[in-house]
């Protein structure tokens, strides 16, 4: 498992943003005036307020399934053999599993170890990636509203399993050997 | 909004009895992790959303709206595919951005190609994760045919028009 004492609350990229923010509410500041300054402000704090309660839900989702997901299981259902059928499944599987990349890339290397080819998993990496529910919920229903949410999600419908299919025919292409290591 | 909390809150009901059921230490053990991860989370969050609306005020529009704007075409994709590529940091960074792009006048293909392509190659996510838990061919690989999805997204995204 990774460390997970990685996640510091602050690092390099959040100090980043932090500069940007501060430059850009002293800009509107300086040139739109208070009211406009502290209006921005409201509306930014009842955003995240908004957030708080299913960002908390996400937490302890990707925490209860990190415990109880049956791998092995998941692993069964998109083997080797298991044609285009097994990429649907994969691309299904992930997007409806809650959880962060500590959930997801270790199913993922579960599928490599217990025979699924490349294909399957890459079409599951990909499908948690622009697919997954978790996230859309939890990040970016609140940021850009469920109808572009909603639609950004249909055209990315077809995505995870074109990456799988891809994926497949450059290893038949190149004849590329992806086994596991461990 | 109401219906999403529901949902979500339903579902850590059933999955934390499921839990339970299998013991009160692993439980217990598992809220506290996740409410340290949550806490942990918090500055971050509320940085991002705080900040991502000064950032759309203050954000030049004349400099969004001819390079990602509706009008920018496929260039504007590929302007914000790469960006979205070299967007590092997590949810609330990526989908800060984006967010204040949209609101001060990006076209919202090119928004979904920026989120697409920071989604696939958010380069912390590749180092973080998916290179320590995954092959490195695959790793490879994935990243390969990954390239045109952001592309494709941006091009269905306006086949069929936003709603």
């Known amino acids: 498992m990774p460390p997970k004492s990685r996640r510091k609350p602050f690092d390099w990229s959040t100090a980043v943003i932090l500069t940007i923010s501060a430059v850009s509410g002293l800009t509107v500041y300086l040139r739109e005036g208070s009211e406009q ?3 921005i402000f409201r509306s930014d704090l009842l955003l995240f307020g908004n957030m708080l309660p299913k960002m908390l839900a996400g937490c302890l989702i990707g925490g ?29 599987t992930a997007a409806v599993l809650p959880g962060g990349p500590f959930t997801i890339y270790p199913v993922a290397g579960a599928f490599l170890g217990v025979g699924a080819d490349a294909g399957t998993a890459i079409a599951f990496i990909t499908s948690w990636m622009v697919l997954g529910y978790n996230r859309a919920l939890v990040w970016e229903l609140p940021f850009f509203g469920g109808d572009f949410v909603i639609w950004r999600i249909v055209v990315c419908l077809p995505l995870p399993f074109l990456a799988g299919m891809l994926g497949r025919a450059a290893i038949r292409a190149f004849t590329l050997r992806m086994e596991s290591p461990s | 909004m109401l219906a999403v909390n529901v949902f979500l809150w339903l579902v850590v009901a059933a999955l934390g009895l499921m839990t339970a059921m299998r013991g009160t230490d692993l439980f217990r053990g598992s809220l506290r992790a996740s409410t340290i991860e949550f806490l942990q989370q918090l500055p971050r969050i509320a940085l991002g959303v705080v900040g991502s609306g000064f950032i759309a005020d203050a954000m030049p529009q004349d400099l969004i709206v001819p390079w990602i704007g ?11 595919t790469l960006g979205g590529a070299c967007t590092s940091g997590g949810p609330v960074v990526g989908f800060s951005i984006a967010a204040a792009a949209l609101k001060a006048g990006g076209g919202a293909p090119q928004v979904i190609a920026y989120v697409t392509a920071w989604s696939l190659f958010s380069i912390q996510r590749l180092i973080g994760w998916e290179i320590p838990l995954m092959p490195p061919r695959v790793v490879l690989l994935r990243a390969a045919v990954s390239v045109p999805l952001p592309f494709l997204a941006a091009a269905t995204a306006m086949l069929i028009s936003k709603p």
């Open chain 1, 37 to 39: 300054f502290f209006s």
């Open chain 1, 64 to 92: 209860f399934v990190t415990l109880l997901l049956p791998r092995e299981l998941v692993a069964r259902w998109v083997g080797a053999e298991s044609g285009l059928l097994g990429l649907l499944i994969a691309t299904a």
């Open chain 2, 70 to 80: 509706p009008q920018s075409g496929m260039l504007g994709v590929a302007i914000a």
